[in-house]
Nanobody, 124 residues
Framework: QVQLVESGGGLVQAGGSLRLSCAAL????????MGWFRQTAGKERELVAA????????YYSNSVKGRFTISRDNAKNTVYLQMNSLNPEDTAVYYC?????????????????WGQGTQVTVSA
């Protein structure tokens, strides 16, 4: 079993930046792809970015490509999401998750363990 703990969410003005962190506790996730998802009320959870086990393969949704960067530090069992040029449409609860795969994948069904989520609010 692995526990994922997200941090770094908060309130930011449009155009600003935030860095989310997700620490995995209980077991190493260094051989697993990881992803960041987000969800707003009444909408399905959507993949924002994913990263393969070695960090060399990444995936981004079109809505964040060029603004967000996913990275990982396997020595710290932690994955990050750097979010720049934020806009109000980025407001959501952000979740990190561990995939059963090694390479980055978009399918939500591949993700087995989930964090509790961290709120990101972008004001206009």
């Amino acid at each position: 079993q692995v526990q994922l703990v997200e941090s770094g969410g908060g309130l930011v003005q449009a155009g600003g930046s935030l860095r989310l962190s997700c620490a995995a506790l209980g077991r190493t996730v260094s051989l697993h792809a990881m992803g960041w998802f987000r969800q707003t009320a009444g909408k399905e959870r959507e993949l924002v970015a994913a990263i393969g086990w070695s960090g060399t393969s990444t995936y981004y949704s079109n809505s964040v490509k060029g603004r967000f960067t996913i990275s990982r530090d396997n020595a710290k069992n932690t994955v990050y999401l750097q979010m720049n040029s934020l806009n109000p449409e980025d407001t959501a609860v952000y979740y990190c998750a561990v995939s059963i795969t090694r390479n980055a994948v978009a399918a939500i069904t591949a993700y087995r363990y989930w964090g509790q989520g961290t709120q990101v609010t972008v004001s206009a």
